[in-house]
């Protein structure tokens, strides 16, 4: 009998523009198995109501459509370990509406990006940032899961290596804080994940201290910038400085391939996201 594959889950950020529940029309048109959204215009701090209709849809659309996990990130202006007064009360603001929203529409993962310790140390940001995060666990009341995303590096970020990323886990020391591993940011961050020996090197790191049960998540993007830019430039899969041959070892890993795969990659004329989630899927091997 011939051993079953089991399907690697891969799909895309997709928007959710008019209404939310829409998201999944979106994804599956694409043929996503897995997709993120924003709960939110991501670009300011204002809410839009949504409404009980819209909830209900998601919710009825998530039993049917067989398409799972949905994943939340966050949006881009709360600053968790932010050591400014006003901006952190705004930010935690934001984070607990948002995580609010995932723990009603039932989306169990949510991901955060690495705080900032601008205007401060980095035990100052530090500690701002995982007790954020401690609040945050509240806030979903066991029901949502919080992923801290690997940063790019540089510019005062607390989560650009994964032995730091490692402390805030240990510190928090509960089930619902996971991680969320973005090939471009370890990238950046000075991770060589371009050919077979650096992503073993990157895979004994992961196992070494967060350990690889500890990704919940992957966010699949190319670089557009060299190893350890500290940059944060996403580009389509295979395209950028990571390449064909880093994204093949990296699928075809076998704890790593069993991970849900997010692209957040560009839309240009090169590429759409089903050209992106093809070229990944070409890429995994049966074995
Ligand atoms: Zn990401
Ligand atoms: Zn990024």
Not at 39 to 55: C, D, M, Q, S, V
Not at 185 to 208: C, L, M, R, T
Not at 223 to 252: A, C, M, P, W, Y
């Amino acid at each position: 009998m011939k051993e079953l594959v089991e399907e690697v889950k891969i799909g895309c950020h997709v928007s959710i523009a008019k209404s939310i529940d829409l998201a999944f029309d979106r994804a599956k048109k694409i043929g996503c198995s897995t997709f993120q959204v924003f709960t939110k215009n991501p670009r300011g701090w204002a809410f839009k109501e949504i409404l009980k209709e819209e909830i209900d849809r998601f919710k009825a659309k998530y039993l049917n459509y067989n398409i799972s996990p949905v994943v939340a990130h966050i949006s881009y202006l709360p600053n968790l370990a932010s050591l400014n007064d006003d901006i952190y009360t705004k930010s935690m603001v934001s984070f607990r509406k948002e995580i609010e929203l995932c723990a009603i529409l039932g989306i169990p993962y949510f991901v955060i990006h690495s705080g900032s310790y601008k205007g401060g140390t980095f035990q100052e940001g530090f500690e701002k940032y995982v007790e954020s995060i401690q609040k945050g666990i509240d806030f979903g009341e066991g029901r949502v899961t919080i992923l801290v995303e690997n940063s790019a590096g540089g510019k005062k970020t607390l989560t650009g290596n994964f032995a730091n990323i490692n402390t805030v886990l240990e510190e928090i020391n509960d089930s619902k804080v996971k991680v969320c591993f973005d090939t471009c940011h370890a990238f950046s961050a000075g991770y060589d994940i371009s050919n077979q020996s650096g992503v073993s090197d990157f895979i004994a790191e992961v196992k070494a201290s967060i350990g690889m049960e500890s990704i919940a998540i992957i966010h699949a993007n190319d670089s557009k910038t060299e190893v350890g830019s500290n940059r944060d430039l996403h580009e389509h899969l295979g395209l950028g400085k990571i390449g064909e041959i880093g994204f093949s070892e990296l699928i075809n890993d076998s704890a790593l391939r069993k991970k849900p795969w997010i692209l957040e990659t560009p839309i240009d004329e090169r590429r759409t996201d089903v050209d992106n989630i093809n070229y990944l899927r070409s890429l995994i091997k049966n074995k």
